[in-house]
């Protein structure tokens, strides 16, 4: 895929897979963070496995659950036979068919290659953390039914937080630690220049320099990536090749959500009207 890393990147994730540890990765939304894990999982040829994490998220939905369901049909029909015993039944109703992996016990479980992607860990209670960290320590599973699974592999394993709340110290320390913030004005460029269809190399550049100026303003929320991308990409639909004044004026919506922003920003265009919307675009 086209992910377009600088080489603290790509060092960060051979260390991390050489040494068998966990990449944290911090930064504001829209850096690029889920990205990293998906590109590395298909630059290397492993398969993705993801667990969102979310407020609430606990053991049955990260690590495993059992098949309710399934263990009740199958004591209903075992009951109806005189012969078999409570214990018979259950032992056949704890084991591995009708245990339902959740993503940790999937990643962990694996004869293939995978990346395992814990997406926004600071959404979880703390609680849950220590769980993570439990697995990411020991890389195995007890589950009292069954006994313990230990891992075939060492899966390399991102963990990426907005940092919404600092993270426990434990589980900083188990991690490498990789910050992403915003790229240069030359990468936000060619990111736009590979992600947008039809995009002209001057209109790459002018977008990749209004956005840098606007993140430069104190804002309640900066434009991210994603952010310049649907710019970017409004802009060659309306047949734009360089912008001018009024039209970023007009669509400047698409990259702030925030009233008070919006006016900063069509402030910022006024001030800066020279070196963003006149002449031909500066050189590199
Ligand atoms: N370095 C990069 N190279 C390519 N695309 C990027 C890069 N950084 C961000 N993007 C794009 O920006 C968008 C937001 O990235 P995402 O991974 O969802 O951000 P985050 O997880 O940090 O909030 C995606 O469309 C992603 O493809
Ligand atoms: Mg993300």
């Known amino acids: 895929m086209d992910y377009l890393a600088d080489e603290s990147i790509a060092g960060i994730t051979y260390l991390a897979d050489r040494l068998g540890k966990p990449v944290l990765v911090e930064g504001p939304a829209g850096t690029g963070k889920t990205q990293l894990a998906k590109s590395v999982a298909e630059m290397s040829g492993a398969r993705l496995i993801r667990l969102q994490c979310y407020e609430g998220l606990d053991e049955s939905k990260a690590l495993y659950e059992w098949n309710y369901k399934k263990q009740l049909l199958r004591i209903q029909v075992e009951s109806g036979d005189e012969d078999t015993s409570w214990a018979e039944i259950q032992d056949d109703i704890f084991s591995d068919e009708f ?20 997406d926004e860990v600071d959404r ?67 990111i736009v220049l590979t992600k947008v269809p039809d995009v002209s190399d001057s209109l790459a550049d002018q977008v990749a320099r209004i956005v840098r100026s606007i993140r430069q303003l104190e804002l309640k ?18 047949g734009i090749d360089r912008v001018d004044e009024e039209e970023a004026k007009s669509t400047v919506n698409i990259l702030l959500k925030y009233r008070s ?12 009207s020279a070196a963003h919307f006149d002449g031909q675009p500066a050189a590199n």
């Open 99 to 118: 245990l339902l992996p959740r993503p940790l016990l999937e990643a962990i479980t694996a004869d293939d290659p995978v990346v395992l992607l814990i």
């Open 221 to 238: 929320k900066h434009p991210s990536v994603s952010e310049t991308l649907d710019w970017a990409r409004t802009l060659v639909l309306l």
């Open 124 to 190: 979880v209670e703390l609680e849950t953390e220590a769980l993570l960290l439990e697995i990411l320590s020991d890389y195995q599973v007890s589950i009292p039914e069954l006994g313990t699974i230990e891992s075939k592999q060492i899966p390399l394993v991102f963990l990426t937080s907005n940092n919404t709340r600092e993270l426990s110290e434990a589980l900083k320390r188990r991690c490498l630690f990789l910050h992403l913030d915003y790229p240069t004005i030359e990468r936000e460029k060619e």
């Open 261 to 272: 922003d919006i006016e900063k920003a069509i402030k910022d265009f006024s001030s800066n």
